[in-house]
């Protein structure tokens, strides 16, 4: 479904992502590790066109988005939760998901239907203000407008990142109906535990290269699993 091919991308004269390959199938729930720093955003922002300095190849569904602008990337079927959710506070939790639907060619009713059947929590607060959601809520809010455009694969971009457990489990069991759709998924985690106990197959990114890619199978079973993602941690920091 997406296949990634040499891509160099960045913000100013030296490139972040040096020479990226990464593929995710169709169906597929595909996990980015990775240290602080590595890249990982800006793999997210490359793909989704925030960062029109990128070069390579970005094939989706046989489309090169490389040259694509955002928008485009949308309509394409293509949606990122990013990092920090970056809902707006003073919009109600329907406008928020109003904004996602921009590129929507479907009916709205659907999908906001779609979505509050998600996440009933948010159809509840439907006409409260974001910024007053709780910080699980507005992780919710986040997930649920990048489904306001009825994408075929989702990008997410550390979406536990500071949730507490109970709440990390209610939006997993979120993402898992969402794959039982059909969805396909690429996900950046930090934590080993969830990437191996959610994902089929894992990259690590480190100084914005691949340094590993495995089947979180296999991945789990090596004995060394930690000391080896923490020695590639530790070369991204040297
Ligand atoms: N808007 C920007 N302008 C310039 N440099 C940036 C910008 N955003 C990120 N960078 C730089 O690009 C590099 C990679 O950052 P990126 O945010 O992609 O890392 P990350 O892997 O997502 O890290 P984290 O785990 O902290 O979210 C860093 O050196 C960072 O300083
Ligand atoms: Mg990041």
Same mark, same amino acid.
Do not use: C, W
């Given at each position: ?6 891509l160099t ?30 890249g ?13 300095? &990128? ?11 490389v ?14 939760? *990013? ?6 506070? *003073? ?6 998901? &109003? ?41 919710m ?17 550390? *979406? ?70 923490f ?8």
């Amino acid at each position: 479904m997406l296949h990634i091919r040499d891509l160099t991308a960045g913000y100013g004269a030296a490139p972040v992502l040096q020479g990226v390959n990464l593929h995710v199938d169709r169906g597929e729930t595909v996990a980015l590790l990775g240290p602080n720093g590595a890249g990982k955003s800006t793999l997210m922002a490359a793909l989704t066109g925030t960062i029109r300095n &990128r070069s390579g190849e970005v094939s989706f569904e046989n489309h090169n988005l490389v040259f694509e602008a955002s928008h485009a990337i949308v309509s394409r079927g293509v949606a990122l939760v *990013p990092e920090g959710r970056l809902v707006f506070p *003073p919009f109600s939790v329907e406008d928020n998901l &109003r904004l996602g639907a921009v590129r929507l060619k479907g009916r709205l009713q659907e999908r906001y239907d779609f979505v509050y059947g998600l996440f009933p929590r948010l159809a509840e607060r439907r006409r409260q203000a974001a910024g007053t959601l709780s910080g699980g809520e507005q992780q919710m809010l986040a997930i649920g407008r990048a489904l306001m455009s009825n994408p075929r694969l989702l990008l997410l971009d550390e *979406p536990f990142l500071g949730l507490a457990p109970k709440v990390v489990a209610e939006i997993r069991a979120a993402l898992e109906k969402l794959r039982q759709t059909g969805l396909t998924l690429l996900m950046v985690e930090q934590k080993l535990d969830i990437a191996l106990g959610f994902a089929s197959r894992a990259y690590v990114l480190i100084k914005g290269r691949v340094a590993l890619e495995e089947g979180t199978a296999s991945l789990a079973r090596r004995p060394d699993l930690r000391d080896l993602y923490f020695s590639l941690a530790t070369a991204h920091n040297a």
